[in-house]
């Protein structure tokens, strides 16, 4: 009766607001998919078609936005304010295959900015994922990343003296594989990823080199999932990670006395249950340990609390409540300093008030210590949004946020105000 009441309710609300969407429509209860939230689900009657290629669709589509902000530069003094204009046409390109999956990305990003022209900024990338299934129970998945992106000026790990963004070069690839025994499930992994920085013009003049933070990074590791047939599965996952630095003690110009030997590696144990409670509850809650162990002896090795969550209850179906948490390792632009060890914990609620209108709103609270010289502080954030699909080729999206962070440091406080509206063309 509850649950009925509800929908009266919704139906009630919507008829008030039928004139302000014309023929939009309220709000319908789809089918409930285990895992899947209220922003994530399809939408038939508006999600785009695409073209037939062969085995495949196409996607082309335009993304572009504007957004303002009061602090762009994301400091404590001497506030800047911008606005700004993004165009970032992509495409997609999936396979529809009965049996393995190919699935290929690709954008191209600009930004113009009104009164920080220094802030101008181009980023593009490429992914391409692919599945084999060996059999029924074994397949064999691959990814591979390639992408020239340029750091957050909200980032806590972004080098702060840069006249201009700091642009990097990313590479990633991976393979894992999966077995599936029935009711036991086992996974094994392995990547591999390089990050090049390049030189920083500083604010003034001269050019800050950025050699010492590239880094190659390895992961191997694996997973295994028990299944106790009452929705409920045990999962537990080990990882190892290595961190090779480029600039270490047997590059040119290192100064034993003065720079840091950067060069690490580290491991995670996790252990928990992974939920399906009917298709109201899904998600997994880890609890482990992780472990960093540095080179260099005047950094702090770490050891300590590790854990991993992800839940979302589907509370109607037309409200969705996702919960995350984790604790990881972060890397820095300091050359005094291994990174920060962070605690991250955000719920987001979406909301599908029309069948083609999603509001949602969302908080994030941070707190985060570095390992070795260096500050802490806490870092939060609200916002709210909306996504109006208006047909199968154009839907708008508004959003509006505050950030804050505080720290013992002055250098890392600050406090921004930031909202956009974005328009989405599919061809």
């Known amino acids: 009766m509850r649950f009925k009441s509800c929908l009266t309710l919704a139906a009630s609300l919507s008829g008030l607001c039928a004139s302000a969407f014309g023929s939009a429509g309220v709000a319908w209860a789809q089918s409930v998919v285990p895992g899947q939230s209220v922003a994530d689900r399809p939408h038939p009657d508006y999600d785009p078609v695409g073209h037939h290629v062969g085995g495949f669709t196409l996607f082309p589509a335009l993304q572009t936005s504007i957004d303002a902000t009061d602090n762009y530069r994301a400091t404590n003094t001497n506030k800047e304010g911008d606005v700004y204009l993004t165009l970032q046409p992509n495409v997609r390109l999936r396979s529809n295959w009965t049996r393995h999956r190919l699935d290929l990305t690709g954008y191209v990003s600009r930004s113009f900015h009104f009164s920080q022209s220094t802030e101008n900024i181009s980023q593009y990338g490429t992914t391409a ?63 591999v990823e390089r990050v090049n920085y390049h030189d920083a013009e500083i604010a003034g003049g001269g050019v800050a080199d950025q050699d010492f933070r590239d880094v190659d990074i390895v992961t191997t590791g694996g997973g295994v999932r028990y299944d106790l047939q009452n929705g409920v599965s045990l999962v537990a996952s ?39 409670l009917t298709k109201l509850l899904t998600g997994y809650v880890q609890v482990g340990y992780l472990g960093r162990d540095y080179r260099d002896a005047r950094l702090r090795d770490l050891n300590g609390l590790s854990f991993d969550a992800n839940l979302l209850w589907n509370v109607t179906p037309l409200t969705s409540i996702r919960l995350r948490g984790s604790r990881s390792i972060d890397e820095t632009s300091s050359q005094l300093s291994a990174g920060n060890t962070r605690t991250d914990v955000s719920l987001r609620v979406d909301h599908e008030l029309y069948r083609n209108l999603i509001l949602n709103a969302d908080t994030s609270f941070t707190h985060f210590s570095p390992n070795g010289v260096g500050f802490g502080g806490d870092e939060y954030g609200v916002g709210v949004g909306a996504r109006y699909l208006m047909n199968r080729r154009y839907s708008f999206t508004a959003n509006l946020r505050y950030t804050h962070r505080s720290s013992e440091s002055a250098f890392l406080r600050y406090g921004a105000f930031a909202a956009g509206i974005g328009l989405r063309v599919a061809f």
Not at 138 to 156: F, I, N
């Open 129 to 191: 994922t692919g599945v084999y299934d060996i059999s029924r129970r074994t397949a064999v998945r691959v990814d591979v990343a390639a992408t020239r992106g340029a750091e957050s000026r909200a980032s806590l790990g972004s080098f702060r003296g840069a006249a201009e963004p700091v642009r990097f070069d990313n590479f990633r690839a991976g393979v894992a594989l999966t077995q599936d025994f029935d009711p036991l499930a086992v996974d094994l992994l392995f990547s």
């Open 238 to 276: 080990a990882r190892y990670q290595q961190n090779s630095y480029d600039f270490g003690p047997d590059s040119a110009g290192f100064n034993p006395l003065l720079d840091i030997d950067r060069r690490s590696s580290g491991f995670t144990l996790l252990g928990g249950v992974s939920l399906e």
